[in-house]
């Protein structure tokens, strides 16, 4: 009798141990806490590991902005990095194992696509409500996934906000030269087609391969057909050959590059390691976020900015700093909500009026709806500048 | 006449890493995939030794040589010597290039790094088309590269000896010549070949950690055109895809630059399978 008892009572313990666990999953932590998990690809190589330091750094900017405004819906936020190396199968492994340990209320991607693609589906399945840097086809579908937010801007964003400035120079016949890429084609294909739809005259769109040494000869084909100025995706070295082709042709023709362009080291860099300051980039201006370029009345961006510095150096451009936004958003729509229901947030954001009064510094305001969790940026949030030195991640 | 003259300075580019393969490939009848790594190294070693030691050009291509060479004889140790058979040695090698690769881009990042030109960086004007004074000097050496080791092998000992192993090794080793010490010492000199150009190379192309990969494959169709083991068939075999990539990429578009090259090997290496400048032998049996 006695043993069946201690039986009875063992096996009640262990069904409320079971359960209490499995209510400590779905809770997202203490009551008085907002935590936040960051992926990013921190011990990735070169580029990656940069891009990566400066998200998480933008998103520990972020938690101190929304922690000195009085916390998310109250909730004093913590912040824990993960490192996925930048590498989708990481990514998985790790969240799996932090979701399993303390589950987050909110997931900031930091990683390129490939990191999204295959995170998302288990953030859905978990119910968390996440902002993400690489976009994929279908991470800013609601339908798909109706608790994520795109932050960057897409190519069609970008480009949007070209015809405007054309206009501005006066430049009525345009040539295009992208690289080989996945982007670059998509980049070619769009540009074309918002141009041409701008009704501009677009005389010529060359290709090059990204593995190529010389792109003399794609210059001269678009010379041929007489531009007034020529848009250019490059990044890395082969922007370092178009700027020597233009060089070597003697061609006086305005360049207009795009975000990856001003990406590229080699323009921000002063002889003899770069060409800043050199005839090379005398034509040259590039597509950048208004917030990137130094504005010294821009105070929220330079708010962020002193944030980051006190924390650590910023070692690439502020485009990918889109963190620290994704914590204004959530706070105020959080103050919107009166909660910190992940549903409850995300109708919040799609509510004009919140990303209005949300203190984002990288995009001034992001446009949200009902179909679209894109952040849409507007064409006037952009900049065409000539390169400058870069400081703190921003050129000056 | 500015498209030909960049169609031959790529087309030298390509013919010098054909050379380095060549080497490699005459002394031991394997290929090295590492050498165009190795030239990638040479670029990079330039950069430092001018951007950041502040360098004289001179001392920097010695030190660029004897690095590069120093590289070229850790990886025949590791990747060559302790594996007998040659197919193996394809694959030993092709990881040492993607070692090299990673080492680069620890070392020098992932930014493409600016090489200066002791001539200039000024484009001039030369019969009609302008041109770089770096993309002369890559054509002059390419052509003085191949001249050179065509006297080389057929007035030095050592020449004829590399020859005589080409030929039939087990004969040369049986008449005294010292054919592991011989591979050893022709791996080392390409490589000092390597670490030689990459000052040339780099200042064309950039110091980048892509590089080596860019040059490898296109060095080894010149490789394949010309003909394995044929110093002339690299400076006809390099022109060839220099020229095709230029005029493709000008009058078809970027996207049909490799496929002309492509186009242009395979219709060779169907009228000529050993290459432009190699004769079939019959196969003794």
Known sequence: ?396 | MTLIWGGLSLGAIYAIVAIGYNIVFISSKTFNFAHAQLTMVGAFVAYTGLVKWHLPTVLVLVIAAAAVALVAAIEERIAIRPVGDMHNILVTTLGASILLDGIAQLTWGSQPLSVPFFAGDKAISLFGGRVYPVEIFLIAIAVLLVVGLGFYSRRSLTGLALLGMAEDREAALLRGVNVRRLAFMAFVAAGALAGFVGLFVGSKTFAVSTLGAALALKGFVVLAIGGFGSMPGTLVGGTLVGLAEAFASRYLGGEYANLAVFLILVTILMLRPAGLFVRTKERVV
């Open chain 1, 1 to 396: 009798m006695k043993t069946r008892l201690f039986k009875v009572v063992g096996g009640l313990a262990a069904l409320s141990l079971v359960a209490a666990g499995c209510a400590g999953e779905d809770s997202g932590g203490s009551d008085d806490e907002y935590h936040v998990l960051v992926l990013g690809g921190v011990s990735a190589e070169g580029v990656l590991a940069d891009n990566a330091s400066t998200s998480v750094l933008s998103a520990k900017a972020g938690v101190e902005l929304v922690n000195k405004n009085g916390g998310i819906d109250g909730k004093k936020v913590t912040i824990k990095v993960v490192d996925d190396q930048a590498d989708p199968t990481v990514a998985v492994t790790k969240l799996r194992e932090a979701i399993a340990k303390d589950k987050p209320d909110l997931v900031l991607n930091s990683g390129p696509s490939t990191v999204a693609d295959a995170t998302l589906p288990i953030l859905k399945q978990n119910n968390i409500l996440s902002f993400n840097i690489g976009p994929t086809e279908t991470s800013a579908d609601p339908k798909a996934f109706p608790l994520n937010f795109d932050l960057s801007a897409s190519a069609q964003n970008q480009l949007d906000a070209f015809p405007p400035y054309f206009e501005e120079k006066g430049y009525a016949k345009i040539g295009i030269l992208h690289g080989s890429s996945s982007y670059g084609e998509v980049y070619g294909a769009a540009s074309e087609k918002t141009f041409d739809a701008a009704g501009l005259d677009v005389v010529a769109n060359e290709e090059y391969d990204v593995a190529a040494l010389d792109m003399t000869a794609q210059l001269e084909a678009i010379r041929s057909k007489n531009p007034d100025a020529l848009v250019l995706d490059a990044y890395g070295a082969p922007l370092g050959y178009v700027l020597k082709g233009v060089e070597k042709l003697g061609w006086d023709i305005p360049i207009i590059g795009n975000t990856s362009v001003a990406a590229t080291g080699l323009i921000s860099t002063e002889p003899p390691s770069g060409v800043l300051g050199t005839p090379a980039v005398k034509n040259l201006v590039m597509q950048v976020y208004k917030s990137t370029a130094y504005d010294a009345a821009a105070t929220d961006t330079n708010d962020m900015v002193a944030r980051m510095k006190a924390i650590d150096p910023i070692k690439s451009t502020l485009i990918v700093a889109y963190n620290n936004d994704a914590l204004a958003l959530v706070q105020a729509a959080a103050e919107k909500a009166g909660s910190t229901d992940p549903k409850k947030l995300a109708e919040a954001l799609i509510d004009p009026s919140v990303p209005e009064k949300a203190t984002t510094a990288v995009i001034g305001t992001y446009h949200f709806s009902a179909d679209s969790h894109a952040a849409n940026p507007a064409p006037e949030e952009f900049a065409f500048i000539a390169p400058g030195p870069l400081k703190d991640g921003q050129f000056q």
